[in-house]
């Protein structure tokens, strides 16, 4: 309560607490250090954090190093898909002021598998190195069908993106279903795809969704001051000179462009959007510049260490890191749903 | 408190024929409650007949139709070679059981949207059918020979909606609760799902895949029993359910007011409406948006207020046959699961149903 009603004064969230949030801060920078470290030292063959050190510096005998160095390429992935994830998630749940907005509500998982099986089925892609510029392609196209939908006779609104989102969502996935089933090879890429996991992507993912990233995440971090004044209400956002219509359609563009790269790089990965947020809301209160800024500290360090659960959990087998959140952020949010007042 | 009520309630039923809005009209005297009965009598009649004809379809469409001249001596017992295979072997169990199971999700659907409020709500909202689909697969991978899928199915389903009831805190009463648990469990549940599907080899996760879809081939006359049982012991239940549901629909308030304790109420629709969609996910799968559409049709068919029992039971059973008449007659793709037509259809129509409201000024 007392944050919210200080939200108006925007400046003053920041000045109100330096310490706690230099604090929280360091904490978080702490955290994703391990993470970091955590995600090149564990899985199948561990290495000790002096291997890595010696890697690092340019030591280290071969074998430790092809390990070690094998290791990059899924931490990248999930240091950017992570930040992705939780910046798109704190967009959505600020855009549309529903707690539980997350990137799969806006259609963006069902558009890529789409495009992926119908990729695969009819122009005869394979291999990752072609099927993530469809996923990307298709993230954003529903992205943009899901926008023209939701806006269909004048009006706009969150709910209605929402609920166009899910709309397409199913009739998308009667279709990736109908094609996976009759073309067994199909139904394998989408199979293996749909679980999301950091494993076996590489650089090549990486540096294909970097810049639509990096575009996302600029222009969620252009639109905090805009976010900020929208928490009062439209109107007096409006009276302070910013338009909520713009301010919406942008970050919602924000929010695709991200969710579509952390998609279309690692496939779907349900709760990093949905969760973080919410950690990060208790952790720095309402000023949407600090919750983007500390949302791209800790969705990379909730999905880093999901990824090296899963690799610890059933050694020398992996678990997907998808799987890994879904049953890490499910239980969490059933507690949650304890908490709820009263009727919704 | 009680002179408030005393007060307001004399009020508010003197100003019902005044403003004569679609739930009041079923109540306030014989002159204005006659068209609406008409118009669900002539709807249910009319459903009835269209769900005879693609029966009948049913059974006499394709190469191995059964000609409707034979069609009513066959069903007298009196058929012999091809017939009478596909009458009691191919066609037959499959027609029953699609009949009774989408009877199932439709009443199911009704008396969970009329709780809900929300047309969105059905129990595949709160996690049934992701739940069912996780407790096939674990079956499938976990107790590939002890546990039949089927069964599995069902404990999956009676497990998450546990799951459900227990996390809220509140059981069954409190929707929003009901939506975010069942969120969830969902999520959960297809993640199980999808690593079972990742895990297992390719024939098994396709079969697999296809179960999880919602599929009505090669039912037997076993399923068509469990079903029917189902049905016939949770209509009158349902029928009870309906007068208290369709006061409780008019606010918390307002039915406590009345004496229909609505928290008891929505438990008992809930609890129904749940038996109800995992038995027809026991023998059918978790078979997509008939319990969403069947509702929401029947309300926009009859114009009438209150939870729309029968029309939605009749619907949904007409939307399952006409789904699987589809999916065993077009040629398009070759024995898809029914699961994905009711899908592509129930999303369009729910995508259409949202564009006409936003497209109405506000």
Same mark, same amino acid.
């Given at each position: 309560m007392t944050t919210l009603s200080r939200i108006g004064q925007g400046p003053a969230v920041v000045r109100q607490g330096p310490a706690r949030h230099f604090a929280a801060g360091a904490l978080c920078l702490i955290l994703l250090a391990l993470a970091v470290l955590a995600s090149v030292m564990f899985g199948s063959k561990p290495t000790s954090a002096a291997d890595v050190l010696r890697v690092v510096t340019g030591d280290g005998d071969g074998y430790v190093r092809t390990v070690v160095e094998s290791r990059y390429p899924r931490t990248a992935l999930g240091l950017l898909a992570g930040l992705c994830l939780g910046v798109a998630g704190t967009l959505m749940q600020g855009i549309t002021r529903n707690p539980l907005a997350e990137p799969g509500l806006l259609g963006i998982n069902a558009g890529a598998s789409a495009a992926i099986v119908a990729a695969t089925a009819f122009l005869g892609a394979s291999g990752q190195h072609e099927t993530i510029w469809w996923a990307l392609a298709g993230?954003?196209?529903?992205?943009?069908?899901?926008?023209?939908?939701?806006?269909?006779?004048?009006?706009?609104?969150?709910?209605?993106?929402?609920?166009?989102?899910?709309v397409l969502s199913a009739v998308l996935a009667a279709f990736i279903q109908a094609v996976a089933l009759s073309r067994?090879?199909?139904?394998?890429?989408?199979?293996?795809?749909?679980?999301g996991s950091l494993g076996g992507r590489g650089f090549d993912a990486f540096w294909a969704v970097l810049p639509f990233a990096a575009v996302g995440f600029a222009l969620a971090v252009l639109l905090a001051p805009g976010l900020n004044a929208m928490a009062m209400g439209d109107d007096k956002a409006a009276s302070l000179g910013v338009s909520p219509a713009r301010v919406k359609g942008a970050g919602l563009l924000a929010a695709t462009l991200l969710s579509a790269a952390a998609t279309a790089a690692v496939g779907p990965i349900a709760f990093v959007g949905l969760a973080v947020p919410h950690l990060v809301r208790v952790l720095v209160g309402a000023d949407f510049r600090l919750q983007i800024l500390f949302t791209s500290l800790a969705g990379p360090t909730l999905l880093l260490f999901a990824d090296v659960i899963g690799r610890v959990l059933l050694r020398p087998q992996e678990l997907m890191v998808g799987v890994v959140t879904a049953f890490v952020g499910a239980p969490a949010l059933l507690f949650a749903v304890r908490r709820m007042r009263g009727a919704a | 408190m009680k002179t408030a009520e005393r007060i307001d309630t004399p009020a508010v039923t003197a100003s019902r024929p005044v403003r004569p809005t679609g739930r009041s009209l079923v109540r306030i005297g014989p002159w204005v409650a006659v068209p609406v009965r008409r118009r669900t009598a002539i709807a249910a009649a009319v459903t009835l007949l269209l769900l005879l004809g693609a029966a009948v379809a049913t059974l006499s469409l394709g190469r191995l139709g059964i000609d409707p001249a034979d069609?009513?001596?066959?069903?007298?017992?009196?058929?012999?070679?091809?017939?009478?295979?596909?009458?009691?072997?191919?066609?037959?169990?499959?027609?029953?059981?699609?009949?009774?199971?989408?009877?199932?999700?439709?009443?199911?659907?009704?008396l969970f949207q009329s709780v809900t409020r929300n047309p969105l709500g059905s129990p595949d909202v709160i996690g049934l059918g992701a739940g069912s689909g996780a407790g096939a697969a674990a079956a499938a991978l976990f107790f590939p020979d002890v546990v039949p899928v089927p069964v599995g199915a069902l404990l999956?389903?009676?497990?998450?909606?546990?799951?459900?009831?227990?996390?809220?805190?509140?059981?069954?009463?409190?929707?929003?609760?009901?939506?975010?648990?069942?969120?969830?469990?969902?999520?959960?549940?297809?993640?199980?799902?999808?690593?079972?599907?990742?895990?297992?080899?390719?024939?098994?996760?396709s079969a697999l895949t296809a179960y999880i879809n919602g599929s009505l081939a090669a039912r037997s006359w076993e399923d068509a029993t469990t079903i029917w049982l189902v049905l016939l012991v949770c209509l009158p239940l349902a029928a009870l359910l309906a007068r208290p549901l369709s006061i409780v629909?008019?606010?918390?308030?307002?039915?406590?007011?009345? =004496? #229909?304790?609505?928290?008891?109420?929505?438990? $008992?629709? %809930? !609890? /129904?409406?749940?038996?109800?969609? @995992? =038995? #027809?996910?026991?023998?059918?799968?978790?078979? $997509?948006? %008939? !319990? /969403?559409?069947?509702?929401?049709? @029947?309300?926009?068919?009859?114009?009438?207020?209150?939870?729309?029992? %029968?029309?939605?039971?009749?619907?949904?059973?007409?939307?399952?046959?006409?789904?699987?008449?589809?999916?065993?007659?077009?040629?398009?793709?070759?024995?898809?699961?029914?699961?994905?037509?009711?899908?592509?259809?129930?999303?369009?129509?729910?995508?259409?149903?949202?564009?006409?409201?936003?497209?109405?000024?506000?």
């Open positions: 993230a954003l196209a529903t992205g943009v069908v899901v926008h023209l939908i939701g806006t269909a006779g004048g009006g706009s609104g969150p709910v209605r993106l929402v609920l166009a989102g899910a067994p090879q199909v139904f394998d890429t989408y199979r293996y795809w749909v679980v | 069609l009513p001596s066959a069903l007298m017992g009196e058929a012999t070679g091809k017939n009478a295979f596909v009458l009691n072997r191919l066609r037959g169990p499959r027609l029953v059981v699609a009949i009774a199971t989408g009877a199932a999700f439709g009443l199911s659907g009704a999956g389903a009676v497990i998450a909606m546990a799951v459900v009831y227990f996390s809220t805190g509140s059981g069954f009463r409190n929707p929003g609760r009901l939506v975010v648990a069942g969120i969830g469990v969902a999520a959960m549940s297809t993640a199980l799902t999808q690593y079972v599907v990742y895990a297992v080899e390719r024939d098994k996760a629909e008019m606010g918390d308030d307002l039915s406590t007011g009345l =004496g #229909a304790r609505p928290a008891r109420t929505a438990t $008992a629709a %809930v !609890s /129904l409406s749940i038996v109800l969609s @995992a =038995g #027809a996910v026991s023998v059918a799968g978790p078979i $997509a948006f %008939v !319990s /969403l559409t069947a509702p929401q049709i @029947a309300k926009r068919v009859t114009r009438g207020g209150g939870p729309h029992l %029968v029309m939605s039971t009749l619907l949904g059973a007409l939307l399952l046959v006409l789904a699987d008449l589809t999916a065993q007659q077009l040629p398009l793709f070759d024995n898809l699961p029914v699961g994905l037509y009711t899908m592509a259809v129930g999303g369009a129509y729910l995508g259409y149903l949202l564009l006409r409201e936003w497209k109405r000024p506000a």
